[in-house]
Every structure is written in C-alpha cells, then in structure tokens.
C-alpha cells in the first residue's frame, strides 16, 4: 500500500485550550500512529508573525504549544514534528510559488478579502493596514504543504479555501515547468470530531473569549468548569442532555459506556453542581498524567529546542533534496551543469534521465532525477566531489539493488524515494543514463 503522507500546522500565537485538544490534538496524535501513513506536524511560527508582532508571545506560544503535543504523546522518532521558521526551503519554495500564483487568486482569499471590505465599508482605503505578509499568506501555506508533497491536511472548516489555492499553485506549478513535481493535496475535515462549546454555549474559541485553557491547575480547572452556563433547572428535575453544553463536553471526553451513564443520571435529575464536578473528574482523570509532562517540558525549553532541531533535520532529508531538484526545474543551476547546455533545445524539461549533484553542510550528495524532472533517488552524503562523481559514473553500468536501497557492490550508495518508483524503474533510468553516455 502506497504511503499517505498527512500533515498539518498549528500557528504559535496563544495557549492551547480544550477545543483544541478534542478537536485537533487528540485526534492528530492518534492518527499519527496508524500504519501506512506519515505525519507531519509543524509550528507555523512564520504564519504566527502575520497575527502577532509581540516576540515574547510567539516564543512564549511556541514553547507551549511545543511541550503541549509532546506532552500528548506526538511520538517524534514516528513523526515528522518540526518548526517552519527551522526550514529555510519553505520560504524558498514561498517565492517561487509566489511566481506563479496569480494575484487575482490570492484577491479573493477570504482573510484578506474580509480585511479589504471592512476597510471599503469605514470609508477608508481598501488596503490600509494590510501587510504583504497578510496577503502573501495562502502561498506561505502552500509552500509548507507542496514541499513535502502532502496528499492529506487536516484542518477547520475555515482553512478549506487555502488548501485549494495550494493545489491551484502546485497545479500551475506542473504545468509551467512541465513536471509532476508536486502532489496535489486534499482538505480533509473530520465532521465527526467534536466542536466543544466554550463557556457560554458558544464554540470554544479564543476569540470569544470562553475557552477553557487546557493546562490549567486542576483547582482552576475546576473553578473554570463551575463557570459553564446551565439552566435554571433545580436538583431532581430531570434534565436533557441533548440541550446540555455540560454534557456535550462530557462527552467529547468519556467513553460509550460512561456517557450512557452520564445520560441516566441526567434523567434521574442530576444537580448541576455535581454534574459538573463529573465533568471536572472526567476531565482531569485524562489530563492530570500529560499535565505533569508538560509542565517539566515547559520547564526545560533546552530539551523541547532539541527536539525540534532533530525534527527539522528529519524534514530537511526530504526538504533539500527535492528543493534541489525545484531549483533545477526553474532554472536556478550551476552554470557548470550539463543541463545548461541543453537549454533552449528543448522547450520543456530535459532529454532524458540525469543526475543532479549538490552541496549540503559541507559534504556533497546527488540527486537521480527522471525525464521529467521527477528526483526518484538521493544518494548518500559523500565527503568530496570525487567521491559522488565516481559513484554516479559507475551506478549505470554497475549499480544493484536491495529493497529501496541502490547499491556498487556491497555499499548502499543511494536510496529510492521520495516518490513510489521501484528497483525496476529506476534500472531502467540508470539503464537509459548508460546508453546516452558517449
Ligand atoms: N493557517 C493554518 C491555521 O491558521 C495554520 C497552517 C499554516 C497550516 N500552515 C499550514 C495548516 C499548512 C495546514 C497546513 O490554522
């Protein structure tokens, strides 16, 4: 079965609440354990400076939010859990996709869209106190999702339109630079994960105002709970759960068995004092072994910071590379490559199979790219240019396989990937780079 490569951002501005947690975290960090599938999970610290220009808060926000996933359980030697800003591909691949977005696409992002019509309704100028960074935004987005050639993201209903103008981008991408360089993604919003109600019975939001912070301590957990709305129905009255946000959060937290017992007890007129205090003890049986985690996270920021550095390697091995080949596709290349020569010769692509090489932290690397520009292999990291010219001069004539592995002899000298490419086609390629050589 071909790999799903799922992946999602969370913005760094402000504290995780309990909606967030039922609605986003919990089922994330679940999912992220399915087989068949790779996760990507990113602080979008980049996005957060759109909304925020307050540097304690986006650090203060980007610990929390940090130490609050780990804390759950995001296993990050399972998944892919880095920050944006550690990813210098992403603002890269940002402008390149900036130059094929068509302006009048992102004119109708709804964020900016709203912004320009309140600003028209005040009488004022439709652009006044909009930042390029507001409108730059979907393509920002786009670039965190296309670089990693994501098939899936989860997100609200509200972020829908970003990922279609992500698949409009990728798409004029492929067809600009006549490739199939990226995956098309999909939006996928789960109707059947809960929307908790805040406070006051509306959706929990920090924008409302009545949302529930999820790492309280459990005295103030408690307190904030006794501050959910209720009717005026006395102790004894029989009660409808249906109508109860008391009872909606009940369950987004309790299993089959617990909320059918929840559901008698409504009936049997249950007070809401002690409904309530169900609900605090419900709460905290599930929150009080991650709280305990968190807070030694938060109170080891070096710890988290190496996390996240680990994580933006990982993603790097999967970044560079593809960047590379990007950068070939648009014509950023060494003046030096043979490819330069072929320019002009043909009006799309390139003739054929090839190799690309490149630089990274000092040591060098090769890329095996298909017809069309696709990388289908990566080698390993070599130590001089001699070294990866001798490897890619011998691999057409010599090279063997074992599983995604390429080898010369005993040594794995590259891999197979990102894509779904076999042993056999990339033998074949090796196979045509072999014939067309003098
Ligand atoms: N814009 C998203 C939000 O506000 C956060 C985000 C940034 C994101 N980049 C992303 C979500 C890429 C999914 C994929 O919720």
Not at 216 to 226: E, F, S, V, Y
């Amino acid at each position: 079965m071909p790999v799903r490569r799922v992946l999602t951002g969370i913005t760094t501005t402000g504290t995780p609440h309990l909606g967030n947690y039922v609605g986003a975290i919990r089922p994330a960090v679940r999912a992220s354990v399915q087989p068949g599938v790779e996760s990507f999970y990113f602080l979008a610290d980049y996005h957060a400076l759109v909304k925020c220009q307050e540097p304690e808060r986006v650090q203060r926000s980007t610990l929390e939010i940090a130490a609050t996933w780990l804390a759950l359980g995001l296993d990050p030697e399972k998944v892919w859990f880095y920050r944006q800003s550690d990813i210098p591909e992403i603002p890269e691949l940002t402008w390149f996709l900036g130059c094929v977005a068509a302006k009048g696409l992102l004119n109708r992002a709804h964020a900016y869209k709203a912004a320009v019509d309140a600003n028209t309704q005040a009488g004022e100028d439709p652009d006044a106190g909009i930042s390029l960074g507001l409108f730059n935004y979907p393509v920002l987005m786009a670039a965190d999702i296309l670089l990693f050639n994501a098939h899936e993201v989860p997100v609200g209903r509200d972020q829908i339109q970003h990922i279609e103008m992500a698949r409009d981008m990728g798409q004029r991408f492929n067809h600009v630079y006549g490739g199939e360089y990226f995956t098309l993604p999909e939006a996928r919003v789960d109707e059947s994960t809960a929307l908790l109600p805040g406070l006051d019975g509306r959706k929990m939001s920090k924008s409302y105002d009545n949302a529930i912070p999820l790492w309280l301590p459990a005295k103030d957990l408690r307190k904030a709970i006794t501050g959910i709305v209720t009717n005026s129905q006395a102790p004894g009255e029989p009660k409808d759960p249906a109508a109860s946000h008391l009872y909606t959060i009940y369950q987004a937290f309790a299993d089959a068995g617990e909320a059918e017992r929840m559901r008698r007890a409504y009936a049997d007129g249950i007070a809401w004092g002690e409904a309530k205090q169900a609900l605090y003890e419900r709460i905290e049986r599930e929150l009080a072994p991650a709280r305990e985690r968190y807070q030694e996270l938060v109170a080891h920021p070096a710890r988290i910071e190496e996390v996240l550095r680990a994580g933006a390697a990982k993603a790097r091995v999967r970044a560079t590379p593809f960047m590379e080949t990007l950068r070939g596709a648009v014509g950023l290349r060494k003046l030096s490559d043979p490819v330069a020569r072929a320019a002009g010769t043909s009006r799309k692509g390139h003739a054929g199979p090839r190799f690309v090489q490149y630089r990274e932290d000092g040591k060098f690397h090769f890329n095996l790219l298909d017809a069309s520009g696709s990388r289908v292999a990566w080698s390993k990291a070599f130590d001089n240019p001699k070294e990866a010219a001798d490897v890619m001069a011998r691999l057409p004539r010599e090279a063997t396989f074992h599983e995604r592995a390429i080898l010369l002899g005993d040594e794995p000298v590259a891999n197979i990937g990102p894509g779904e490419a076999a042993a056999k086609d990339v033998g074949d390629l090796l196979r045509a780079i072999a014939s067309a050589a003098p």
